[in-house]
């Protein structure tokens, strides 16, 4: 399989898994507590992609910064990101978490260009302007349901995401991806294990009494959204930038939406076909290469402008 293809198939993994993984968040947690949800997704997943490896013989030999870096981008990841949204979806509806999430591509691009001392191009910030807006639309008559509480910790749990993902990228981490992924999950399931343990929530929960529904959507979650979904999304913070995968967060609120309403979990507005169209938009212009250039470039280019113009504007 040539390497467009691949990453092809990785975009189309997180964009539509994704998207899906919304609303299968909303039926296992309105029978099992958030943060075991998690832990069972990170420990299962682990096991799974560890297995995997070690069936092919293709264990790396591991040192104590790949572990510093995966404990840290597993507890921004899934004890600050991932728990806060399985929580926040006990009461909002999936499709409305999947809007506030999508200030994750902004997050990325402010933390990389911190990070590397660069401003955004312009066509990196009119798609996510465009991204944004698109899910502004979406966002007409999905007013109800969940509290400020819930939205404003998904505000935080994408800052939280873009974080630890970046640490994940630019950290210590194995040859492997998959290695990488399964480190990232196994550091997840210790940290989320714990907060589950020190909350109590395990005392209201009475496994027996789960229904299919729920183990179907938790089967879902483990194979499709985190060994099919953060394998491809891990691999893709290696190969393409920031930017780009984070466009999976102006995809997947389509995605949530139209599955909200088809399961009357919350329903569309009429907006919705217009919002789709500036969501991809979005992600066709943020997917273009050369979405950075150096802020020494920047300022050099601005210098030699003619001097009667007295704002210029910034250089692509």
């Known amino acids: ?37 998690v832990a069972i997704r990170c420990a299962a997943g682990a096991l799974l992609i560890f297995a995997w490896l070690a069936a092919r013989g293709r264990l790396e030999r591991t040192s ?53 001392r660069r401003l955004p191009s312009r066509r990196l910030l009119a798609g996510l302007a465009l991204g944004t807006g698109g899910v502004a639309l979406l ?3 999905h007013a ?28 210590a981490r194995p040859s492997s991806a998959a290695q990488g992924t399964a480190m990232q999950l196994a550091a997840g399931a210790v940290v989320v294990s714990v907060a589950s343990l020190m909350t109590g929530e395990l005392g209201a929960w009475d496994a027996g009494e789960t229904s ?12 499709g959204g985190t060994v099919a979904g953060f394998g491809a999304y891990t691999w893709l913070l290696r190969v393409v930038t920031p930017a780009a995968v984070g466009t999976y967060a102006f995809v997947n609120p389509v995605i949530a939406v139209a599955l909200a309403w088809a399961v009357g979990d919350d329903a569309p507005s009429h907006l919705t ?44």
């Open 1 to 37: 399989m040539s390497a467009r293809a691949r990453i092809a198939g990785a975009f189309a993994i997180i964009y539509v898994v994704w998207g899906v993984t919304f609303l299968a968040i909303r039926f296992v947690v309105a029978e099992i507590p958030p943060l075991a949800t």
């Open 273 to 316: 076909a217009l919002a789709a169209v500036l969501v991809l938009s979005a992600v066709l212009l943020i997917n273009r290469p050369a979405s950075f250039a150096p802020v020494r470039e920047q300022i050099s280019r601005l210098l030699r402008r003619p001097r009667a113009k007295a704002c210029p504007s910034m250089p692509i």
């Open 64 to 116: 104590s910064s790949q572990w510093a870096t995966a404990a840290a981008s597993g507890l921004l990841l899934f004890l600050a990101a991932h728990s806060v949204l399985a929580w926040a979806e006990i009461d909002l509806p999936s499709s409305q978490a999947a809007l506030i999430l999508t200030a994750i591509p902004a997050w990325f691009v402010v933390l990389e260009a911190l990070r590397d």
């Open 139 to 141: 966002t007409v008559g």
């Open 144 to 171: 109800s349901g969940g509290g400020s509480a819930e939205r404003i910790g998904l505000v935080f749990s994408a800052l939280a995401w873009a974080g630890g993902s970046l640490i994940a990228r630019h950290g």
């Open 212 to 223: 299919a529904r729920a183990v179907g959507a938790l089967t879902f979650l483990v194979l």
